[in-house]
């Protein structure tokens, strides 16, 4: 039997409008040619989605800064559908998380590519299912479409903060891919791209999504820091998940960062318990052995704890700026 659902649990709390949301993505990438319909959508379809993390985020954080409170039945989860029509200003912050989650779909079907993986979101990749060239292409398509949809808003600000977005998973991804031996072993340099790969996105697009509410500059930036330090944990997270979880969990293969050669934060965290770890960083994993043995490394380090409590501390940055008294 199917589990209640959980009206505590934050993605209960808008399943409905993104499952809408969820539909309008999915009606806003068709395209008159079949092939790339059907790759663009690959990860769109119902039951390939996905956690959808940033656009229910992105609900959550515009029913927060609402001026008005959810009435109690606004709580309730109903499955027909709203009587009233969404206001005009919900509906602009929807175009914000179906837009960011555009984009992100995008930037997964290069960075699929880009890394030669085989599977994603617990499927084939698109790369594998029709080859990288019309999967980049796909890629290319969904940008264009977002980018349509985003320009339809009609909002200086918001154009140029999703765009950012967009440059900052380009340098994001240029960094990791040509950083120098000595940069890789920085924390500072690991922070600045998991800013740039992450955490700009869930940032922008949280301000994007203050903006359209018509907040304050205060309430606008608050969002912002709200969205890079939800986004900073995340990343965190999921660096320390693939050491600790199984590629089955995560739909996609584990230990997949030491076998491409990216030293994340469990591994900089235990170089300093193991300084031996270090000359394994700078040559990326490359020889015989040493991913085994940075495992081993990592394991008997504090790596995972610190990386555990750096997460944490960016998560209690993000409930102080939903917090903060304005
Ligand atoms: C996942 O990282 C990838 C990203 C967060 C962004 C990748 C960005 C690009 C490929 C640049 C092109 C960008 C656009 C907008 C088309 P990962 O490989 O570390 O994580 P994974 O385990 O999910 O693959
Ligand atoms: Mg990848
Ligand atoms: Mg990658």
Known sequence: AAMPADPTDPFVLVRGEIDAVSERIRRDVVSEIPALARAAEYFLRVGAEGKRV?????????????PVPPSPEDLIVDPRPPSAPTPEVRRRQQRIAEITEVMHVASLLHDDVIDGSATRRGQKSLNVAVGNKLAILAGDFLLARASVSLAALREAEVIMLM??????????????????????????????????KTAAMMSNSAKSAAILGGHSREVINLASDFGRHLGMAFQVVDDILDFTASSDMLGKPALNDLKSGIATAPVLFAAEDFPALAPLIC??????????????????????????????HHACQAADAVSAPV
Do not use: C, W
């Not at 940033?54 to 609402?66: E, K, N, T, V």
């Not at 950083?179 to 600045?192: F, N, Q, V």
């Not at 490359?286 to 043995?293: A, H, S």
């Open 163 to 196: 765009s950012q977005v967009l440059e900052h998973l380009v340098s994001g991804e240029i960094m990791q891919m040509t950083s120098a031996p000595e940069d890789l072993m920085r924390m500072d340099h690991y922070k600045m791209k998991t800013y740039r």
């Open 54 to 66: 940033r656009p229910s985020m992105l609900l959550l954080l515009s029913s927060a800064l609402s």
């Open 283 to 312: 040559r990326k994993f490359q020889d015989v052995g040493d991913i085994e043995e940075a495992l081993r490394m990592v394991e008997n380090s504090s790596g995972i704890q610190r990386a555990r409590e750096l997460a944490k």
